[in-house]
């Protein structure tokens, strides 16, 4: 926010677009990526993470449902915040990729996959998508002991003490 508003870019400068921008970045924020982040958890937890029959469902259904919220918001207008790409889009649009992983069928919701494309076809999005790629690590080629590193890093963690 403080980049687009020091940039005059991607943010209204009129306090309503600002404001209906700013709105958005929140629902992200506060919804969309933990939501999302935690159904993509609980739906790549190995068998060794126990039941997650319950959670895999809850945060399924919660991906669905904000799919939902998206899908309502843009049936009337091109962008999650009006007629303007701003970074509302830019901060939305990563967590959507990953649909299919999230048990999701995107064709159940016509204004979400519209946005969804257009977006997605940015030229800039695209070189965005990619930084990064080289980093990934396919999960098949590590080692037992890399996978049991990986899960302790991944799950259980507790707080590390304050400092006396």
């Given amino acids: 926010m403080y980049l687009a508003e020091k940039e005059g870019r ?18 992200q ?19 060794e993470a126990g039941d997650l029959t319950y959670a895999i469902r809850r945060f399924t259904d919660e991906a669905n449902r904000l799919y939902g919220v998206m ?25 959507t990729v990953g649909w299919e992983a999230q048990g999701q069928d995107i064709n159940e919701f016509k204004y979400f996959k519209r946005w969804f ?18 980093l990934r690590i396919d999960p098949s080629t590590l080692t037992a002991e890399e996978r049991a590193q990986t899960r302790k890093i ?11």
């Fill in 29 to 47: 924020m506060a919804n969309q990526g933990p939501k999302l982040g935690e159904c993509g958890h609980f739906r790549r937890a190995g068998p």
């Fill in 71 to 95: 899908n309502n918001r843009l049936y009337d207008r091109r962008f999650m915040a009006g007629d303007e790409y701003t970074i509302a889009d830019m901060i939305s649009y990563p967590w």
């Fill in 117 to 134: 494309e257009e977006i997605g076809n940015r030229p800039a999005v695209k070189r965005g998508m990619e930084v990064g790629n080289n």
């Fill in 154 to 164: 991944m799950y259980n963690q507790r707080a590390i003490p304050a400092p006396a």
């Fill in 10 to 27: 991607f943010l209204p400068q009129d306090t309503r677009g600002k404001y209906e921008v700013t709105q958005w970045v929140i629902w």
